[in-house]
């Protein structure tokens, strides 16, 4: 059983920067591919990024291409979204996901394990 623990969320102006990581523990981190997803108030859960078991591979939405980056740290059982020119619509509660296959992708379903969430919210 894996334990997710996101952290690095607050409030921010539009443009500026945060990064969000997430811990992982009770389990072999490097096994599991690695997903970001967001929920803004009123919507369903979306895919932010994922990234692959070595940190070789990712995948993003369309909507934060060119601003956001993920990446994984196997050595701290950490995963990391780097935030940047942020912008008003990305406000929202963050999650970090886990994936006991190599998925890397968007479905939700496909994911085994969540974190409680990180509010992120960008005021204009």
């Known amino acids: 059983q894996v334990q997710l623990v996101e952290s690095g969320g607050g409030l921010v102006q539009a443009g500026g920067s945060l990064r969000l990581s997430c811990a992982a523990s009770g389990g072999t981190f490097l096994t599991y591919a690695m997903g970001w997803f967001r929920q803004a108030p009123g919507k369903e859960r979306e895919f932010v990024a994922a990234?692959?078991?070595?940190?070789?591979?990712?995948t993003y939405t369309d909507s934060v291409k060119g601003r956001f980056t993920i990446s994984r740290d196997n050595a701290k059982n950490t995963v990391y979204l780097q935030m940047r020119s942020l912008k008003p619509e990305d406000t929202a509660v963050y999650y970090c996901?886990?994936?006991?296959?190599?998925?890397?992708?968007?479905?939700?379903?496909?994911?085994?394990?969540w974190g409680q969430g990180t509010q992120v919210t960008v005021s204009s």
């Open positions: 996901a886990a994936d006991r296959s190599s998925y890397q992708g968007s479905r939700l379903d496909r994911y085994d394990y």
């Open positions: 990234i692959n078991r070595s940190g070789g591979s990712t």
